[in-house]
């Protein structure tokens, strides 16, 4: 019996090493080797599904090699309305902070993007869905005025579930504060670029998302405010097939255009390179 439990163990071993090498993809449930997904910027090579890029795959894609310096990491959030629901805030905000790793729900900083230098903000589905508190708030505006002051461009990338109900009415103000940023930024005539992925809604897509001076997407991200199942019980109707998704939005102009994975740093790098001034003008 112990050569038969050996070679047993042998072939457990074996099936545990081969974990983890394959992934189906939820669109065309094609079984794909994970390597060929990651060699294509987790894009399915059978049928061109998007997969979720973290943080750090997302700075990998956009930045020019180890030119990212990262800003206001030191910002934590707080619970001023002592928030619980089925439970505490704060205890959603360490279990959080344990999994991502990071204080909150956007990284901000700049890099060179093609050899453009920018302010980058990037967010993290993972941490709360990506929702938009006083803290999200806080470093998009930071980011705002330092590229304001060091006269470079901003460029958003968004993946959010909107306004975070946990911090009420202060974070539905990081909508206005954002916009009035945002209109200084236009002010001295420096571009904003937003980048919209899967998925991007709520008080977001009503705010930062969709102000900026050219909005690209992902190719079928899913955008808009309240969810298709809550719209299709309110206004009592069947929506369109792909309504919300980003073919549906650049057919009805609310973007500019959709850009698969694989160009989008190329077609950013023209964009910022044409928007770009050599001297912002001085506000008045």
Avoid at 178 to 201: I, K, N
Avoid at 204 to 229: N, Q, W
């Amino acid at each position: 019996m112990g050569w038969f439990t050996r070679t047993k163990e042998k072939e457990e071993d074996k099936f545990k090493n081969l974990e983890g090498l394959w992934v189906k993809c939820p669109a065309c449930r094609a079984i794909i080797y994970k390597k060929e997904v990651e060699r294509c910027w987790k894009v399915c090579p059978k049928c061109d599904y998007h997969f979720p890029l973290s943080v750090e795959e997302r700075i990998d894609l956009l930045a020019d090699p180890g030119s990212f310096e990262e800003w206001d990491r030191e910002l934590m959030p707080a619970d001023p309305l002592k928030f619980v629901d089925s439970r505490p805030y704060v205890d959603r905000l360490r279990d959080a902070q344990a999994k991502t790793g990071r204080s909150e729900a956007l990284v901000s900083g700049e890099c060179r993007l093609a050899g453009n230098r920018i302010a980058l903000g990037i967010f993290d589905f993972q941490f709360m869905g990506g929702s938009m508190g006083c803290v999200v708030g806080e470093k998009i505006c930071r980011a705002i005025d330092r590229a304001i002051d060091f006269c470079i461009p901003y460029l958003l990338v968004t993946t959010s579930g909107g306004a975070r109900m946990q911090e009420g009415t202060l974070s539905l103000m990081q909508m206005a504060r954002t916009a009035s940023a945002l209109a200084r930024l236009h002010e001295v005539g420096l571009p904003y670029v937003v980048v919209l992925t899967d998925p991007t809604f709520g008080g977001v897509t009503a705010s930062v998302a969709m102000l900026g001076d050219v909005i690209l997407a992902e190719p079928k991200a899913l955008i808009g405010f309240a969810g298709p199942r809550v719209i299709e019980q309110t206004i009592k109707q069947r929506l369109p097939d792909g309504f919300q998704r980003a073919e549906f939005l650049l057919e009805h102009g609310m973007i500019d255009r959709i850009v698969p994975r694989k160009d989008l740093k190329t077609t950013l790098g023209v964009l910022l390179t044409y928007l770009t001034p050599s001297k912002a003008p001085i506000p008045s």
